[in-house]
């Protein structure tokens, strides 16, 4: 049998990849793991935090391509409990441009109609850019054309664990009977509860691990790995993404060919 060639879209205009997109199919909630800023800058000799800043431009264009097609729901990981490692310099740093990024952007977000919501450990950032976090997130709460997650001081397993231990208090108040949690149930305290798993992950720089994102709420999305550093996937990527996206077959375990992209078990 002849092998199907790969499509080659190098020569398409955004235009051109927006028209072969399937508005159909698309992802209700695209999770991503911003990867590769240090790398952009070291590579142009800037220090790490000129590849942050460059990547927050990043930020904004998926977010306008995720408001054109419609997408509801945006996940991405800002800061990981591991990046508290990182030297303070650049911690504060991060910090620093996370505050001046929500008090830049509140208006576009509400121009947007887009509801930004901070999910893991958040209380733990320092306080000027927690108290920006929180204007934000109450200026913005009434907004429901797309929801912003944005993972800060956020781990998977430490989500599971937070989520576990108000279970056992609700479970040991006498709130909750231990026949009545099911997967369903454990998922309502989760940070991410009443939205839907995400149907694709992308993560740039050309790692191909999950490193702690997530960790509920991935099992059976769509990983898309590139090698192309966070602060230069913008739109035209976004795009690439979208069309590798929909032409996976997503069976949820099941054997039938017929399981459109968007079903679920
Ligand atoms: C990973 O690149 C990226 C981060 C740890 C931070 C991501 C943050 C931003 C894009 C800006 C802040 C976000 C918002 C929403 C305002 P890396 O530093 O690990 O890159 P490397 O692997 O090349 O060193």
Redesign the pocket.
Known sequence: MAKETEPNFDHLSEAELLALLDPEVLPKHIAII???????A?LRGLP?IA??AE??K??REIITLCRDLDIGALT?????QE?WKRPALEINA?MM??EQ??QSELDELIRKGARFRAIGRVDSIPSSALNWVRKVEKATAHLDKLLLN?ALSYGGRSEIVDAVRRLAEDVQDGRVQPEMIDEAFLEGYLSTHGLPDPDLLIRT?G?TRISNFLLWQLAYTEMYFTPT??PDFRRREGLLALLEYQKRERRFGQVSKAVSPQSRP
């Open positions: 911003m990867d590769g800023n240090g790398r952009w070291e790490r590849g942050h990547g927050i990043s930020v991405i990981y800002a800061f990981s990046n991060l441009l996370l990024y929500l944005v720089s790692e550093l966070w």
